[in-house]
């Protein structure tokens, strides 16, 4: 079984930033192949893609975050992170990842992002 862990979540003003890690543990050994992404969820609204990120370093963004957010992955340390700079007030929700998808894909608990003043 595989785990996925944010973290990295908080209170942040306007045009500050933010890094979100996902850090992976239980059966591992592939992680370097893993489709990965990170998803965002605000209350009543449809969980949406902010970015995803393939086993060979090909990524993808959410139109609303290109130029402001980066996503990357470290193999060697099981981790995905986020780098999110110039938030904006419509970018507080709870941040998610998630590796693979259909019957394989497993999400992790979520971290909290605010941006307010």
């Known amino acids: 079984q595989v785990q996925l862990v944010e973290s990295g979540g908080g209170l942040v003003q306007p045009g500050g930033s933010l890094r979100l890690s996902c850090a992976a543990s239980?059966?591992?050994?592939?992680?370097?192949?893993?489709?990965m992404g990170w998803y965002r969820q605000v209350p009543g609204k449809q969980r949406e893609l902010v970015a995803a990120?393939?086993?060979?370093?090909?990524?993808n963004y959410a139109d609303f975050v290109k130029g402001r957010f980066t996503i990357s992955r470290d193999n060697a340390k099981n981790t995905m992170y986020l780098q999110m700079n110039g938030l904006k007030p419509e970018d507080t929700a709870v941040y998610y990842c998630?590796?693979?998808?259909?019957?394989?894909?497993?999400w992790g608990q979520g971290t909290p992002v605010t941006v307010s003043s």
């Open positions: 998630k590796k693979g998808a259909g019957p394989l894909e497993v």
């Open positions: 239980g059966s591992i050994f592939s992680f370097r192949f893993w489709a």
């Open positions: 990120i393939t086993g060979g370093g090909s990524t």
